[in-house]
């Protein structure tokens, strides 16, 4: 008998959510076990045709879930708390895990927000700054609000009660903006409430023909792999979310109903003032070689991707798509990919949130491993034909509606690993537009 688990994603194509749902596809071993990412955008979103991803949250109605988890931070943007704990409830009867962001009624996996703040502005304290500017996240979020208390705590017992704040959305848009008001004022550190808007502020500040460390310090919150990346190793705290993912599935699996918290990490790196931290050789030529190969295999998936968009330019057909579709998995080694569609071909979204999908869809395209798996019809709450789902080696799938604007035509699915690569966007964009 399989059990299967659900998780609600906003999105799969940043490092953020990646660190998420792949850390968690790896926890996931019991053959009894499937989890199911939603991918879809943030509820009610006003950006674009964003909204109409939403629909394939609906399939979780129909499907016999032991439990879901909710990406709430970054889905419940547009909407808040009581209209998106409506929501879920409108989506599942199944017990739900929240991480980061309360919702009642659900259990909740967070990281200690406050400590990490503290944490961080100590250290800036440490340095002996005194004049201080703060970029917080939107005022309705939790996370804003521990995130903040932590820096004010820390301040105010260094007795510092002036120093300049403002508000942004958690984007690097919104630091970007926000920083070009904060840099009017004289001003030691910048503190971010993440680390997207801090690469905003660090764009600002070149602007302006500041040095980060040398003119102001800057610090972020969440250690994501973009900054990790950038010329001045950047000093933030680090949120483990991908054991967060994972402390939430076992409590779902364990049936354990009391909320979790997990220590944040202070990473001193350079961007707050500090020295250059001594690496060893051997170390340094261990990272330069870890991000030549991600290099590497950036550039292969971009010509893979040039040669993709050309290759469906020729296609006329469902069989020449279907053609396409198999040379492109063999070329990228995946292992799964499926095609679920609507039998009489496409049905209008009106509005995504009240969307039902019927009982019964099209398998119209499987793909495993290097042969082609045959065409039927099956009941849409299982997510792909029981044989196919049941006798795989996989125990993670990602799904993703299949849509244009407000025109849906099913849904599409594939494994977490071939999920990874970046030509599997332009193959999801493509099949859209066919």
């Given at each position: 008998m399989i059990s299967l688990y659900g998780m609600m994603l906003s999105t799969t194509e940043n490092l953020y959510e990646e660190e998420i749902w792949s850390k968690l596809s790896d926890y996931v071993t019991d053959d009894h076990d499937r989890i199911l990412f939603f991918c879809g955008r943030p509820i009610d979103?006003?950006?674009?045709?964003?909204?109409?991803?939403?629909?394939?949250?609906?399939?979780?109605?129909?499907?016999?879930?032991?439990?879901?988890?909710?990406?709430?931070?970054?889905?419940?943007?547009?909407?808040?708390?009581?209209?998106?704990?409506?929501?879920?409830?409108?989506?599942?009867?199944?017990?739900?895990?929240?991480?980061?962001?309360?919702?009642?009624?659900?259990?909740?996996?967070?990281?200690?927000?406050?400590?990490?703040?503290?944490?961080?502005?100590?250290?800036?304290?440490?340095?002996?700054?005194?004049?201080?500017?703060?970029?917080?996240?939107?005022?309705?979020?939790?996370?804003?609000?521990a995130?903040?208390?932590?820096?004010?705590?820390?301040?105010?017992?260094?007795?510092?009660h002036d120093f300049q704040c403002c508000e942004g959305d958690f984007s690097e848009t919104s630091g970007?903006?926000?920083?070009?008001?904060?840099?009017?004022?004289?001003?030691?550190?910048?503190?971010?409430?993440?680390?997207?808007?801090?690469?905003?502020?660090?764009?600002?500040?070149?602007?302006?023909g500041l040095s980060v460390a040398k003119d102001i310090a800057v610090v972020g919150f969440d250690d994501i792999e973009q900054v990790r990346l950038l010329e001045l190793?950047?000093?933030?705290?680090?949120?483990?979310?991908?054991?967060?993912?994972?402390?939430?599935?076992?409590?779902?699996k364990h049936n354990c109903h009391d909320d979790q918290k997990v220590p944040a990490q202070l990473i001193v790196r350079e961007s707050c003032g500090c020295p250059k931290a001594f690496q060893s050789i051997?170390?340094?030529?261990?990272?330069?070689?870890?991000?030549?190969?991600?290099?590497?295999?950036?550039?292969?998936?971009?010509?893979?991707?040039?040669?993709?968009?050309?290759?469906?330019?020729?296609v006329s057909s469902h069989?020449?798509?279907?053609?396409?579709?198999?040379?492109?998995?063999?070329?990228?080694?995946?292992?799964?990919?499926?095609?679920?569609?609507?039998?009489?071909?496409?049905?209008?979204?009106?509005?995504?949130?009240?969307?039902?999908?019927?009982?019964?869809?099209h398998y119209a395209y499987g793909y495993r491993n290097g042969k082609r798996l045959d065409q039927q019809v099956f009941p849409t709450f299982h997510g792909l034909p029981i044989e196919v789902m049941s006798v795989s080696d996989e125990h993670a799938f990602l799904f993703y509606p299949i849509h244009q604007n407000h025109i849906l035509y099913g849904y599409m699915v594939t494994d977490s690993n071939t999920a990874k690569y970046r030509v599997f966007t332009s193959l999801k964009g493509k099949s859209r537009q066919r």
């Amino acid at each position: 008998m399989i059990s299967l688990y659900g998780m609600m994603l906003s999105t799969t194509e940043n490092l953020y959510e990646e660190e998420i749902w792949s850390k968690l596809s790896d926890y996931v071993t019991d053959d009894h076990d499937r989890i199911l990412f939603f991918c879809g955008r943030p509820i009610d979103s006003t950006y674009e045709d964003e909204a109409y991803s939403n629909v394939i949250f609906n399939l979780m109605k129909l499907m016999p879930l032991k439990g879901c988890i909710s990406l709430t931070g970054s889905l419940n943007y547009y909407v808040g708390s009581d209209a998106y704990k409506t929501y879920l409830n409108h989506l599942t009867q199944a017990p739900v895990v929240s991480l980061s962001v309360p919702i009642e009624g659900a259990c909740l996996v967070q990281c200690d927000n406050y400590i990490g703040s503290y944490e961080v502005c100590k250290h800036l304290l440490s340095h002996g700054y005194r004049r201080f500017g703060i970029i917080n996240g939107p005022s309705y979020s939790p996370e804003s609000s521990a995130r903040f208390k932590g820096y004010f705590d820390a301040l105010k017992e260094h007795d510092i009660h002036d120093f300049q704040c403002c508000e942004g959305d958690f984007s690097e848009t919104s630091g970007y903006e926000q920083a070009k008001q904060l840099l009017l004022h004289p001003l030691d550190a910048i503190m971010c409430a993440n680390d997207q808007m801090a690469m905003g502020v660090i764009r600002a500040m070149k602007e302006k023909g500041l040095s980060v460390a040398k003119d102001i310090a800057v610090v972020g919150f969440d250690d994501i792999e973009q900054v990790r990346l950038l010329e001045l190793p950047f000093t933030t705290v680090k949120q483990p979310f991908g054991d967060m993912a994972c402390k939430a599935f076992d409590l779902l699996k364990h049936n354990c109903h009391d909320d979790q918290k997990v220590p944040a990490q202070l990473i001193v790196r350079e961007s707050c003032g500090c020295p250059k931290a001594f690496q060893s050789i051997e170390h340094e030529e261990q990272e330069k070689r870890f991000y030549m190969s991600k290099y590497s295999q950036s550039l292969h998936e971009y010509t893979l991707t040039l040669r993709l968009r050309s290759s469906f330019d020729q296609v006329s057909s469902h069989q020449q798509l279907y053609d396409v579709i198999d040379e492109y998995m063999e070329k990228l080694m995946g292992h799964e990919l499926h095609l679920c569609l609507f039998e009489d071909r496409r049905q209008l979204i009106n509005h995504a949130i009240e969307f039902n999908w019927p009982t019964r869809m099209h398998y119209a395209y499987g793909y495993r491993n290097g042969k082609r798996l045959d065409q039927q019809v099956f009941p849409t709450f299982h997510g792909l034909p029981i044989e196919v789902m049941s006798v795989s080696d996989e125990h993670a799938f990602l799904f993703y509606p299949i849509h244009q604007n407000h025109i849906l035509y099913g849904y599409m699915v594939t494994d977490s690993n071939t999920a990874k690569y970046r030509v599997f966007t332009s193959l999801k964009g493509k099949s859209r537009q066919r």
